[in-house]
T-cell receptor, first 114, second 111 residues
Framework: NAGVTQTPKFQVLKTGQSMTLQCAQD?????MSWYRQDPGMGLRLIHY???????DQGEVPNGYNVSRSTTEDFPLRLLSAAPSQTSVYFC?????????????FGSGTQLSVL | DAKTTQPPSMDCAEGRAANLPCNHS???????VYWYRQIHSQGPQYIIH???NNETNEMASLIITEDRKSSTLILPHATLRDTAVYYC????????????FGKGTLLTVNP
């Protein structure tokens, strides 16, 4: 069982470039979310989705876009990368309904913006 | 900001019990206590959650005080692989879309 799969594991961008971080889960989970983690800080919620076609903003949504066209996939798009977006990004999913808070996390994408 | 308070770091000897405390000063009556851990360079991992009764699973035990203002996660026989950052979180029992992680406690298990 693959669980939550994130690609790529590492990425280096130049300021102003755009890219998409991929996230896929094979557990038929309704809920998916993106967090970023900076050194010495906890995880901060970027965007989340409670089902296909439904997305909403988290704590730090600026500079990021998401869409949820299928239950399985929840890509995170950086529109114009900035050095402040250098971070480790984690995708998570949960069954939803009464278990939103029992999250399964991917292994992360380490992003550097030069 | 996270609503819970945890010590920034703790040490534990291998094979001994690790007791990780958490203060939930603003927890409400219908909020659950969740614990996660994050091993270095990995994504966080769910450990256990509870409302007011003590809970146990294959990973750990959770003790919640009667007033629910504090909880303790117990790893009964810590191993080197338990070295990680441990997060306690106030949840809503499953319906919170925006789970908030604080800075957690770095538990170092020493040989």
């Amino acid at each position: 069982n693959a669980g939550v799969t994130q690609t790529p594991k590492f990425q280096v961008l130049k300021t102003g470039q755009s890219m998409t971080l991929q996230c896929a889960q094979d557990m038929n989970h309704e809920y998916m979310s993106w967090y970023r983690q900076d050194p010495g800080m906890g995880l901060r919620l970027i965007h989340y989705s409670v089902g296909a076609g439904i997305t909403d903003q988290g704590e730090v949504p600026n500079g990021y876009n998401v869409s949820r066209s299928t239950t399985e996939d929840f890509p995170l798009r950086l529109l114009s990368a900035a050095p402040s977006q250098t971070s480790v990004y984690f995708c998570a999913s949960s069954p939803g309904w009464t278990d939103y808070e029992k999250l399964f996390f991917g292994s992360g994408t380490q992003l550097s913006v030069l | 900001d996270a609503k819970t308070t945890q010590p920034p770091s703790m040490d534990c000897a291998e094979g001994r019990a690790a007791n990780l405390p958490c203060n939930h000063s603003t927890i409400s009556g219908n909020e659950y206590v969740y614990w996660y851990r994050q091993i270095h360079s990995q994504g966080p991992q769910y450990i256990i959650h509870g409302l007011k009764n003590n809970e146990t699973n294959e990973m750990a035990s959770l003790i919640i005080t009667e007033d629910r203002k504090s909880s303790t996660l117990i790893l009964p026989h810590a191993t080197l692989r338990d070295t990680a950052v441990y997060y306690c979180i106030d949840g809503s029992g499953g319906s919170n879309y925006k789970l908030t992680f604080g800075k957690g406690t770095l538990l170092t298990v020493n040989p």
